[in-house]
């Protein structure tokens, strides 16, 4: 008898929990509803079923329907309504909106999508491009926070600023900037140089190395973009960076001395602002490219590096500077 009452006691202990379980799952479900749906609660009929046609992957109709205090009557029959010509239109849009997003790796925002649509014949507004990209969820990929990188407690002589953060150039070739980064990968840091031309923010040389030796980082980035340009004594060329002590010291500088046409220019000590256009070619490298991937090998960060700054910086990229133009339009 008393193992017969243990028994059904236990089934009723069960049947409680499953119970209690589900009830669980409804809150913690309508819980998510509400914070997706918080803003459109007072809102018409209209704008409640277009967020349960946006949210149909994540909820069922009829919770959704229940919540927001429409019918799903309402809603299926206002789902297999005629679209307007509008709305078709926006329908289309928004496909190709989706194909620019994910061609670029989710990299750009309304600004460079209404850019590159119109440069294949789809003109709208940035307002109607960030509307239609809210509606589908479609964000660019998150900007993080990058660490500071420069070493300038050396006793090697440094340079004025001639810039003087005047970050502008008429033409290619009169003022290169650079700077040098940590990417980690793996279980160590590698260390990525640029040389950046300020007239068009082409990365005119680079170098990723294991070492911060100026053989394997300034000098060899230098080395790079030197080999590409024509560099004429009639035409001066600055050459900005930071007053780290990898391009302070002595083998960096007699390496620029071969070029007499070459100005050093270095930014004042712990002013991150006078080498703005380096750091922020950073950041939209990380942003775009390497927080986008977990690197572990050295071969592997430099082949992706390479193409994103060969294929698609350098190339397709469009850059607000160049007023949303590519650098290879802006030529």
């Known amino acids: 008898?008393?193992?017969?009452?243990?028994?059904?006691?236990?089934?009723?202990?069960?049947?409680?929990?499953?119970?209690?379980?589900?009830e669980l799952r409804k809150i913690k479900n309508e819980k998510a509803i509400l914070e997706k749906c918080a803003g459109c609660l007072q809102a018409s009929t209209k704008v409640k079923f277009e967020f349960i046609d946006r949210q149909l992957s994540n909820f069922a109709v009829k919770d959704m329907c229940r919540i927001v205090s429409v019918s799903s009557s309402g809603y299926y029959k206002w789902r297999s309504r005629t679209p307007s010509k509008r709305a078709q239109h926006n329908l289309v849009l928004l496909e190709e909106i989706k194909k620019v997003h994910y061609r670029n790796k989710k990299r750009y925002g309304s600004p460079r999508i209404a850019k590159e649509l119109q440069a294949l014949g789809f003109h709208a507004s940035e307002k109607l491009i960030r509307k239609l990209m809210k509606s589908a969820s479609l964000e660019n990929v998150y900007k993080k926070k990058f660490r500071k990188t420069t070493n300038s407690s050396h006793k090697y002589p440094t340079v004025e600023n001639k810039l003087q953060r005047n970050f502008n150039a008429n033409k290619k070739n009169e003022v290169w900037v650079s700077d040098i980064t940590y990417i980690w990968a793996g279980k160590r840091w590698l260390y990525l140089t640029v040389v950046i031309d300020l007239y068009n923010?082409?990365?005119?040389?680079?170098?990723?190395?294991?070492?911060?030796?100026?053989?394997?980082?300034?000098?060899?980035a230098f080395k790079k973009a030197i080999?590409?340009?024509?560099?004429?004594?009639?035409s001066p060329l600055i050459f900005h960076s930071d007053r780290g002590i990898q391009y302070a010291c002595k083998e960096f500088v007699?390496?620029?001395s071969q070029y007499k046409e070459i100005i050093r220019s270095m930014s004042r000590k712990g002013d991150c602002w006078d080498n703005a256009v380096?750091?922020?070619?950073?950041?939209?490298?990380?942003?775009?490219?390497i927080y986008q991937n977990n690197y572990q090998t050295?071969?592997?960060?430099?082949?992706?590096?390479?193409?994103?700054?060969k294929s698609f910086y350098n190339k397709q990229r469009r850059h607000s500077y160049l007023d949303n133009q590519t650098i290879l339009e802006y030529q």
């Open 1 to 22: 008898m008393r193992k017969s009452i243990k028994s059904n006691s236990k089934i009723k202990i069960q049947a409680e929990l499953k119970q209690l379980r589900k």
């Open 201 to 220: 923010r082409k990365v005119v040389g680079w170098s990723l190395s294991t070492s911060l030796k100026p053989k394997y980082t300034t000098i060899e």
């Open 227 to 234: 080999t590409k340009k024509l560099i004429r004594e009639s």
């Open 254 to 256: 007699e390496e620029l």
């Open 278 to 289: 380096s750091e922020s070619f950073f950041k939209t490298l990380k942003t775009e490219l």
């Open 298 to 309: 050295k071969k592997e960060t430099e082949q992706s590096i390479s193409a994103y700054i």
